[in-house]
């Protein structure tokens, strides 16, 4: 367990339905990322919050995907009129101060139906 | 842009021989390297990081890195391979944050390793 935890773990869904998966980081973490991992690939990088800074978005995420972190606390990804394409684990990583290293969460495998 | 090349995408060992997993990267500036590992339907855990000083890196479970500036290669590796090292083994890089560029870690595709027993 590296403290990083995420809810739900596993969601089905149906095509064109909103799905929300929620990241609680370690608490004296003030960075947090968001991956996207397909199978047989690499997690791919997301977004990045800094405390309640949206600081970097990836081109991957289309408009239909909203990232936040409202009081620097945990996070929210929301994905909006969801695509088959959207099926993948979504994963949570928040950063050690000093060594730069991510802790992740055990992530959120999403299929969409 | 940086990036992570992983040439293998399966690695066969037996159990008791050592182990390499191969890892490029391409960055602007000093590398920061770091390795994890993944277990079927699990998030990844952390194995080992280069961030400057000895090029031999020591990590979990009795895992090794050397970071090769000059073939820009940080390949993971363990003398002695168990059945349990089986698993999805992920080398990452990004540049210090006061670079200013890319914050995010960037990955490779991973190598899947199997230890026969």
């Known amino acids: 367990d590296t403290g990083v935890s995420q809810d739900p773990r596993h969601k089905i869904t149906k095509r064109g339905q909103n799905v929300t998966f929620r990241c609680d980081p370690i608490?004296?973490?003030?960075?947090l990322y968001w991956y996207r991992q397909t199978l047989g690939q690499g997690p791919e990088f997301l977004t990045y919050f800094q405390n309640e800074a949206q600081l970097e978005k990836s081109r991957l995420l289309s408009d239909r995907f909203s990232a936040e972190r409202p009081k620097g606390s945990f996070s929210t990804l929301e994905i909006q009129r969801t695509e088959q394409g959207d099926s993948a684990m979504y994963l949570c990583a928040s950063v050690g101060q000093i060594t730069g290293e991510l802790f992740f969460g055990e992530g959120s495998r999403l299929t969409v139906l | 842009a940086q990036s992570v090349a992983q040439p293998e995408d399966q690695v066969n060992v037996a159990e008791g021989n050592p182990l390499t997993v191969k890892c490029t990267y391409s960055?602007?500036?000093?590398?920061?390297l770091f390795w994890y590992v993944q277990y079927p339907n699990r998030g990844l855990q952390f194995l080992l990081k280069?961030?400057?000083?000895?090029?031999l890196v020591k990590g979990s479970y009795g895992f090794e890195a050397e970071f090769n500036k000059s073939q820009t290669s940080f390949h993971l590796k363990k003398p002695s391979a168990l059945v349990s090292d089986s698993a999805l083994y992920f080398c990452a890089v990004r540049v210090p944050l006061l670079s200013g560029s890319a914050r995010q870690l960037t990955f490779g595709s991973g190598t899947q390793l199997t230890v026969l027993p």
């Open positions: 960055v602007s500036g000093n590398p920061y």
């Open positions: 280069y961030i400057t000083g000895d090029n």
């Open positions: 608490s004296e973490h003030n960075r």
